[in-house]
């Protein structure tokens, strides 16, 4: 690793969504000084204003066995670690085909494969789950692990584990620039006139990366990147008071899918449209129309009482490597290490989890990186704190 003019041994994490907290949680853990630098409160951006669904996998089994294990093993730590982020009194998903009774044998088999759990439903169960569902339109249902998770709770206590470890976290900072030497990083500039030296940036800016960060992703004409950032946007609506009890995801069509959270239900599907601009948050006439037309199917005689409704929309950016094809459908996380990029930028690293639900995955991805990028051996055999002991 290149070696700044300074002798700070800092790391200085831009970002305090699931990706900044959770490498600043296992960092500090591992005995480094950490800063975390977030322009607004933590967990302001896509962090908080996702769906809550915590996967466990499933929905990614058939196509990608791998992020579907990532996925699982992200679950089990999840739970372990801040058992209080899931939402109470709901439990496992209902995964349901609307259409093809014969589909569930090729999905049990790709979660047996991928050693998710599956739980068949009770005589009734349904019935008591779905009260005001077309439940007859149904091919099969079966019960998964994913939950509905409060991305507050286990936001906080990340940024719990990394101020005890003795990370420093500022909100409401802005990280202006990099402060650059040549093609080498060595720290950032903060708000108008502070300068924070660093042995490491890393920078976990989610959707604004590029927008506020370009020198990172400028073009070299005559070398490729080994990763594209695309910028995914999704569509939610929410509505209140909550319509069915469990979560529930539809395998057919465009992938339904139902988060309950107290008084709430968050509907949304699986489509993710590549946006140009990765601070849109405009909510677009037709993908809300999609979701109204999938709840009409489901909801044919409408709802037993007054409803609020709520849309919203929210953009992610996905770092794929040049093998991955398609954006949305294999959401791994990824470290990029912009001294190995056609720029040869040294002493920075951008990361993204993918889902929220990689957090943990993404931290441990991190520590590794980290560890070998700056050469210390301290504390390689520490187990995280939401090491699942078996
Ligand atoms: C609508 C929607 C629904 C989703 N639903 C789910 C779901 O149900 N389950 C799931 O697992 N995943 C879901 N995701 C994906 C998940 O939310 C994201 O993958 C994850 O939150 C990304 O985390 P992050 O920390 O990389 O980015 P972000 O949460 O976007 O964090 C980036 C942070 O960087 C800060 N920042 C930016 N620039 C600067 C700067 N210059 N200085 C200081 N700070 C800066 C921002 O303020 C922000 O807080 C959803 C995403 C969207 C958009």
Redesign the pocket.
């Known amino acids: 690793m290149a070696q700044p003019s300074h002798s700070s041994e800092r790391i200085v994490i831009?970002?305090?969504?699931?990706?900044?907290l959770s490498a600043a949680a296992r960092l500090a853990e591992s005995e480094l000084p950490v800063t975390v630098?977030?322009?607004?409160k933590l967990?302001?951006?896509?962090?908080t204003?996702?769906?809550?669904?915590?996967?466990s996998g499933a929905w990614f089994a058939k196509a990608h066995p791998e992020l579907a294990n990532l996925c699982y093993e992200s679950l089990l730590q999840t739970v372990a670690y801040c058992p209080e982020c899931l939402e109470p009194g709901f439990g496992g998903m209902i995964y349901c085909s609307l259409s093809d009774p014969v589909s569930l044998q090729t999905w049990e088999k790709a979660w047996k494969a991928a050693g998710i759990p599956t739980q068949p439903l009770l005589t009734g169960e349904l019935k008591w789950n779905m009260p005001q569902l077309e439940r007859d339109a149904f091919a099969w249902t079966v019960r998964l692990p994913d939950r509905s998770f409060r991305p507050d709770v286990l936001l906080s206590q990340l940024a719990a584990t990394a101020r005890n470890a003795g990370a420093e976290i500022r909100s409401n900072t802005?990280?202006t620039g990099l402060m650059m030497q040549d093609q080498l990083v060595e720290g950032v500039s903060v708000g108008a006139n502070e300068e924070l030296p660093s042995r490491l940036v890393i920078m976990?800016?989610?959707?604004?990366s590029v927008s506020?960060f370009p020198q990172l992703y400028q073009a070299i004409a005559t070398e490729q990147s080994n990763y594209r950032l695309v910028c995914l946007k999704?569509h939610?609506r929410a509505i209140s008071p909550g319509l069915t009890v469990d979560p529930f995801c539809i395998v057919d069509g465009v992938g339904m899918n139902h988060?309950p959270h107290p008084g709430t239900s968050v509907f949304g599907t699986s489509r993710w449209e590549v946006v140009s601009n990765a601070e849109s948050e405009g909510v677009e006439k037709s993908e809300v129309e999609i979701i109204e037309r999938q709840l009409n199917q489901l909801f044919p005689n409408g709802f037993d009482e007054q409803v609020n409704v709520h849309d919203w929309?929210?953009?992610?950016v996905q770092a794929m490597h040049v093998e991955q094809i398609e954006p949305g459908n294999a959401p791994l996380p990824t470290i990029i290490d912009h001294s190995q990029e056609p720029n040869r930028i040294e002493n920075v690293l951008s990361i993204?989890?993918?889902?929220?639900?990689l957090w943990a995955h993404l931290a441990e991805e991190v520590r590794t990186t980290v560890l070998e990028k700056i050469g210390s051996r301290q504390a390689e055999a520490s187990l995280p704190p939401w090491a699942i002991m078996t």
């Open positions: 831009v970002g305090g969504g699931f990706a900044g630098i977030e322009s607004s967990g302001y951006a896509a962090s204003q996702n769906q809550g669904w915590l996967h802005t990280v976990a800016t989610g959707a604004y506020r999704t939610l988060l929309a929210g953009t992610t993204f989890p993918g889902r929220a639900t």
